[in-house]
Nanobody, 127 residues
Framework: QVQLVESGGGLVQAGGSLRLSCAAS????????MGWFRQAPGKDREFVAA????????TYTDSVKGRFTISRDNADNMVYLQMDSLKPEDTAVYYC????????????????????WGQGTQVTVSS
């Protein structure tokens, strides 16, 4: 069982930055591939970014490439999402998710493949 708690959301103007954090309860976080997803009102939850167990492999949805950076610190059981050059269309509730894997470079963009989810943190970008 893994408990995930997101923080760092808030209200920011377009062009600004936020850093989301995801704290995991599990001391073996290095056995989990991690992802960030978001859900805007009236829309499905969508993939944002994912990172492999070791952090050596990352993947992003096209709309955030070059603006967002996912990272992790397995020693501290933390995962981060640095969001720069924010746009109003980035407004959503952001969720951290984890999936257990034996594969060191595994990442997933699929909501259904993740077993554990946080409660979400709201990000609002004003124009």
């Amino acid at each position: 069982q893994v408990q995930l708690v997101e923080s760092g959301g808030g209200l920011v103007q377009a062009g600004g930055s936020l850093r989301l954090s995801c704290a995991a309860s599990r001391r073996t976080l290095n056995m989990y591939s991690m992802g960030w997803f978001r859900q805007a009102p009236g829309k499905d939850r969508e993939f944002v970014a994912a990172i492999s167990r070791s952090g050596s492999s990352t993947t992003y949805t096209d709309s955030v490439k070059g603006r967002f950076t996912i990272s992790r610190d397995n020693a501290d059981n933390m995962v981060y999402l640095q969001m720069d050059s924010l746009k109003p269309e980035d407004t959503a509730v952001y969720y951290c998710a984890a999936v257990y894997t034996l594969h060191n470079l595994y990442t997933s963009r699929t909501v259904g493949e993740y077993s554990y989810w946080g409660q979400g943190t709201q990000v609002t970008v004003s124009s």
